[in-house]
Each structure stands twice: as structure tokens, then as C-alpha cells.
């Protein structure tokens, strides 16, 4: 884990994206909390950095063959993978709950507002799950250019072309292009009920799971040639 | 030498990228010390010793290394090997001796920063340990790889291609480095190469390897043996002249050119010896060596090659 982080620290783009990040929290009405936590440009930062970060420290580290030197040594592969995975969540994390701290202290909310730790959690909440998802993609991909946009275009497709389904109302919002990630903000702070803002974290959640257990297997198997 | 065991074993070792077999049932062994494994581009090598390794998955049959399985049982087998691969590329932001500390936390080394200033300096890079890896030259990342090769102090090492970038006085170095490591603390090693010359100065066993299959192997004295009887060398000055010649001579029995060296496998040494010289002088030749080969490494892998392509 402390190779990983000393490698993204190294990474020069790192400061690009605080940078960015900040811009956004400091451009971001102020009037709506949904909005503030959730938004739009906000999911454009996670996705962002969630693609970069794993392709750069994944399928870029495959590709190169720096993996080959890692594993000839004494390195357990479940270390290795948890350390790739965990040290790129975390840092994404703190980019973006930087965000959100940022937001909640221009909305002048107290420092222990609940409020604030629920915005924490669904950004938490939809990092792992973007994370899960670029984690798989490059393990899978091994190119850091496949790595960096198939992830990209799933998210916005996910965003953005998921069918409204009048089934499924409570679970799957029926309006809204943000079906996915902000219906999670929306049962946080509007008027669904607790049980519904479970339901919409056990999705995303769940779904993460499954993603990285698949890219666990794979990566147990994974031959690197 | 120290310990004859083998290392090393593979039964009938196959796999396939594919349609391309680049492994086909393949035997491999170790001598037990310092063993090389040659062969042309693309006869397997590297995959071979990256099933060894556990980076790949054999289709068929079995690769074990102190006779633990490569595949699964690598963990236990990256603890005992130290490896070198060809052209290795490392995180370029590091340093090297930072590289080198993470890669003795790796082996659980207590004081790694110690291990890795003193594995720099026995590698010739103590000046660029606090440089990035991005600003190595080639010569200088096949030197921090042997480093970090070495650092474990393994068992056994795996170097493939090791000389490849390295300078004249770096591959004296490294062939000494080998040497010393062998004799003073029985480390056993397996050499991939295609610089025969200078593996024959350090290896004492030899697999030859073709189309992803053992072509022979053995102990390069018993192979010098087995191919050197009745297997001469000429050197002329019209190679092409004399070879046609010779095809036609019932004292030989086969005769091939090789960079305008003429081979001869020989019936009768004696008519050879005697008849020889007398067709040179016949043909206004100049006659520049003709000795029988005394198990050359390059000539024992000559005839080796050839034999497996008639």
C-alpha cells in the first residue's frame, strides 16, 4: 500500500485534479443541499479520477509490464490487489469528500450536521461503485487507453441511458437523467423514507460487491505474460 | 561444483498463446548450479520461465521449481527465486534506491533502506541511488534489476537475457557476480542468452531449446563429448569450393556450412586428415584451421540446431 501511495503522490496530475475539485465546490449553488452533494459536476470529477487513477495504477502497470516485477517477488496476489484498489478508493475519496466539506461549510452547516456525513456516504457510495467497475475494466482491458474511456462510457451510459422503468418507481426514479447516482442523494434529502434510502444504498453497494469478487477471481487466474 | 540436485524439472510442459504451441511437452532440468537455457527468438524460452515464475498458467503438464508447482505454490517458490526479467520496466518516479527499499520490505528484510544503499553500491549505482529510475540508461535499469534480483538473497536466480544492455566491463562484472555467487554461497542460477560465448564461461549445464521443445541437455562436458566425435572444423578461403567437394567424398558422412565454417562429420578421420589438405592444395585454397570441435558451446548448439531441423 505504501508503494501505491507513493506513486500516486508522485503522479503530477494529482494537484490538477484538487485543483479542479475545489473550483467546483467553490462554483456550486449553495441554495440546494441535493444539489450540492450530488451534483452533476461533482459525478464528473468521480468518474474522472476514478477512471484515471485505475487505469494509470492497473491496466497501465499490465501493459508496461511493471506488474512482472512486483510479482517476482514475495508478494501475495490478494495483496496486491487489495492494495491497488484500496489505496486509489481512498484517495479518491478524500478529492471528493474535500468537495463536500468545501460545500457544507459555504452552506454554513454546523461541522457535525448529520447532513454532512450522509453527502460523505453516497459519495463513498458511488466512488466504490465507479471504482469496482474501472478496477474490473482494466484488470480486464490491459490497456491504459481501454482502461481510461470504456469506463467513461459505461458511467455516462449508466447515467444517461438507463430505460425509466414504471415498475420500478421507488427504486429506479422515474424522472431525472441521473437515474443511477442521483436517486441515492434524492432518497437521502427529499421525501422517501429511511427504508428507500437503504434500498437505493444496498443497489450500488451490492452491485460493487459482485464487481470486485468477479474482479478478484479474475485477478487470482490472471496469466501476465 | 556444490550441489547436482535439480532445481528445476518440467514434465511434458505445453502451452499454447492461441493457435501459436509455443511450448510443446517440454522436459526441462537443471544441473543443480549454473544452468543455460538457449535457444533462437521464439523457441520458448521466456515462457518457460514465466511458467517457472507463476505468471503463466501451464495447459499441460507440470513446472516445479525446489519441487514446489509454479502455478501454485508461486508465493512460496518467489521467496527462493530471484528474477531478472528481459527489458524490465519499474515505477520510472522512483528512485532506485527507494525501489530498492520497497523491494526489500517485499522480503521482509529488517533495515531496508541498509540492504537497498548496500545492494546500489555492489551494483555500481550507489552515485544514481537518489535519481529517478526515468533518468537510467538502459545499462543502469539491467543493473538495478540484477539488484533487485539479488536483494532476497534467493536460491536460486533466474536471469533472462541479463547481458543484453549491459557494457563490456559490465558483463565481466556480471559473469564475476555469478561466479562468486556460485562458488561462495552455492547460489544456483538459470541463464536464458543468446551470447553463448560468455555463458559458456560461467554454465556448467546446458539446455537447448527449439520450437518449444528440449532439442538436448546435459552437462556441457558430456555434450562437448557426445558432439565433437568425428565432428571437425575448416576454415578456408573458399569454403563454398571445398564443401562441394567434400558432399562427393565417401569418408564423410554429412557436411555443412555455417558463416563460411565448413562442419564435417567424418567416416574414416584418418582419409579426412590425409585427404583434406591434399584437395585445398589441389584447388589453390588456402587452408586457415582444420581441428576436430572440442565442445564449443556454440558448435555443440550448431550442430544441435541442425540435427533438430533435418
Redesign the interface.
Known amino acids: 500500500m505504501?508503494?501505491e501511495l507513493?506513486?500516486i503522490w508522485?503522479?503530477p496530475a494529482l494537484e490538477l485534479f484538487v485543483a479542479i475539485a475545489v473550483f467546483f465546490a467553490l462554483n456550486t449553488p449553495r441554495s440546494d443541499i441535493t444539489y450540492t452533494f450530488s451534483n452533476f459536476q461533482l459525478f464528473i470529477i468521480e468518474v474522472i479520477l476514478v477512471a484515471v487513477f485505475y487505469a494509470r495504477s492497473v491496466a497501465s502497470c499490465i501493459e508496461?509490464?511493471?506488474i512482472?516485477?512486483l510479482?517476482?517477488?514475495?508478494?501475495?496476489r490478494t495483496s496486491l490487489f487489495l492494495s491497488k484498489f484500496l489505496t486509489n478508493l481512498l484517495i479518491i475519496f478524500l478529492i471528493c469528500a474535500s468537495v463536500v466539506v468545501a460545500g457544507s461549510y459555504l452552506m454554513f452547516l454546523e461541522p457535525w450536521d448529520t447532513k454532512i456525513f450522509i453527502g460523505l456516504l453516497i459519495v463513498f457510495i458511488n466512488i466504490l461503485f465507479l471504482s469496482t467497475l474501472s478496477f474490473t475494466l482494466s484488470l480486464i482491458l490491459k490497456t491504459t487507453w481501454g482502461g481510461t474511456i470504456l469506463p467513461v462510457i459505461i458511467y455516462f451510459g449508466l447515467a444517461f441511458g438507463v430505460p425509466q422503468n414504471s415498475d420500478f418507481p421507488r427504486v429506479i426514479p422515474p424522472t431525472g437523467s441521473n437515474v443511477i447516482f442521483d436517486y441515492l442523494t434524492r432518497t437521502a434529502y427529499s421525501q422517501y423514507t429511511f427504508e428507500e434510502f437503504i434500498v437505493a444504498l444496498v443497489f450500488p453497494t451490492i452491485a460493487s460487491i459482485i464487481l470486485l469478487l468477479v474482479a478478484f477471481l479474475y485477478f487470482r487466474?490472471m496469466?501476465?505474460? | 561444483m556444490n550441489s547436482l540436485a535439480t532445481t528445476i524439472e518440467t514434465k511434458n510442459l505445453t502451452k499454447s498463446?492461441g493457435k501459436i504451441k509455443a511450448l510443446n511437452e517440454l522436459n526441462l532440468k537443471d544441473g543443480g548450479g549454473v544452468s543455460g537455457l538457449v535457444g533462437p527468438n521464439g523457441a520458448g524460452k521466456t515462457?518457460t520461465i514465466?511458467i517457472l515464475?507463476?505468471?503463466?498458467?501451464p495447459d499441460e503438464g507440470s513446472a516445479t521449481v525446489f519441487s514446489l508447482d509454479s502455478w501454485k505454490q508461486s508465493?512460496e517458490i518467489?521467496?527462493k527465486v530471484?528474477?531478472l526479467?528481459e527489458n524490465?520496466?519499474?515505477?520510472d518516479?522512483?528512485t532506485g534506491l527507494?525501489f530498492l527499499e520497497?523491494?526489500a520490505?517485499?522480503?521482509?528484510i529488517p533495515q531496508p533502506k541498509q540492504k537497498a544503499k548496500e545492494m546500489m553500491k555492489q551494483v555500481g549505482l550507489a552515485d544514481a541511488s537518489q535519481n529517478a529510475i526515468k533518468t537510467y540508461s538502459a545499462g543502469m535499469l539491467q543493473r538495478l534489476?540484477l539488484a533487485?534480483?539479488l536483494i532476497?538473497e534467493p536460491e536460486l536466480i533466474i536471469l533472462d537475457e541479463p547481458t543484453a544492455n549491459l557494457d563490456p566491463t559490465g558483463r565481466i562484472d556480471l559473469l564475476n557476480k555469478i561466479k562468486t555467487l556460485h562458488k561462495d554461497f552455492q547460489v544456483k542460477f538459470l541463464i536464458s542468452t543468446h551470447i553463448l560465448p560468455e555463458l559458456e564461461k560461467v554454465c556448467n549445464w546446458v539446455s537447448i531449446i527449439d520450437k518449444g521443445s528440449i532439442v538436448d541437455q546435459g552437462y556441457v562436458k558430456d555434450l562437448a563429448v557426445k558432439y565433437s566425435s568425428n565432428t571437425y572444423r575448416i576454415e578456408t578461403s573458399n569454403p563454398q569450393a571445398l564443401l562441394d567437394s567434400l558432399k562427393h567424398q565417401s569418408f564423410v558422412d554429412d557436411v555443412w556450412l555455417e558463416e563460411n565454417i565448413i562442419y564435417a562429420r567424418v567416416k574414416d578421420t584418418k582419409s579426412f586428415r590425409e585427404e583434406v589438405p591434399r584437395i585445398v592444395a589441389t584447388k589453390k585454397m588456402q587452408l586457415i584451421e582444420l581441428r576436430p570441435i572440442h565442445g564449443n558451446l556454440e558448435e555443440i548448439y550448431t550442430i544441435t540446431m541442425k540435427e533438430k531441423n533435418e
Open positions: 505504501h508503494w507513493e506513486e508522485r503522479f508496461k509490464r511493471e512482472l516485477v510479482l517476482s517477488n514475495p508478494i501475495k487466474r496469466e501476465i505474460d | 498463446f515462457t514465466h515464475m507463476g505468471f503463466l498458467k508465493l518467489r521467496k530471484g528474477y526479467q524490465p520496466r519499474y515505477p518516479t522512483f527507494r520497497y523491494i520490505l517485499l522480503h521482509e534489476g533487485q534480483a532476497g
